[in-house]
């Protein structure tokens, strides 16, 4: 979902707003990116900010929008959907889990959580640009999957999100209360088996 159109203008100097207040929100978050940070950055002044975006959160919601299909495009680009289930979803348990431990991403879902009422559009946003994308990407592999024979699967949807889940176990828990962001190797590869394993065994035809 793209920020609403009618109170974002662009100009000449839009794109490097952006990229700016890319770099703020990445470094300190919503709470802590400040406009007049955000203008130094993009190295405009805090009224061609203004003019462009009229509140923070606009710019926020612009900022996450296109970062979303980066990192959803990235995963999309990398994962060969031309292999075996088990490499498939190996591949995008990775890149979810990678997502999910993301500290951008993790600030984000805070954010949306605490803003829900006041604005939903947050929420819809963050969910559509980023979640809503990979998750029909898979439903479709796994439809694919099973037309080969390969899984078992009645309700696609509710397997991909079954799937989604299980590359939370752990290590996104402990991130969301404040357990880091950097884990070993070992750790990952550990939640992205069981994640795979699990759902293997209760899909694999």
């Known amino acids: 979902m793209n920020a609403p159109s009618d109170k974002i203008k662009r100009g000449r100097k839009f794109d490097q707003v952006l990229e700016g207040a890319r770099e703020v929100f990445l470094r300190d978050g919503f709470e802590g990116a400040s406009v007049d940070e955000i203008a130094r950055a993009a190295g405009v002044s805090k009224a061609t900010l203004y003019s462009y975006f009229p509140d923070k959160r606009l710019l926020f919601m612009e900022v996450f929008r296109l970062e979303c299909d980066r990192q959803t495009g990235e995963a999309l680009s990398e994962i060969d959907f031309s292999a075996p289930i088990d490499t498939v979803l190996r591949q995008a348990a ?12 993790q600030a984000v879902f805070r954010i949306c959580v605490a803003e829900a009422d006041r604005f939903p559009d947050l929420g ?7 979640p809503l994308r990979l998750r029909q990407e898979i439903v479709g592999h796994l439809a694919e999957a099973r037309a080969r024979g390969e899984l078992a ?21 402990r991130t969301m209360f404040g357990g880091g962001h950097s884990f070993a190797e070992a750790e990952m590869t550990r939640v992205i ?8 065994a209760r899909y694999r035809a």
């Open 193 to 200: 088996d069981g994640a795979v394993d699990m759902f293997l």
């Open 153 to 173: 699967i009645d309700d696609l949807d509710l397997a991909a999100d079954q799937f989604a889940e299980l590359c939370k176990v752990d290590l996104y828990t």
């Open 94 to 105: 990775r890149h979810m889990l990678a997502s999910f431990l993301a500290p951008f991403n």
């Open 124 to 130: 819809a946003a963050f969910y559509e640009s980023g």
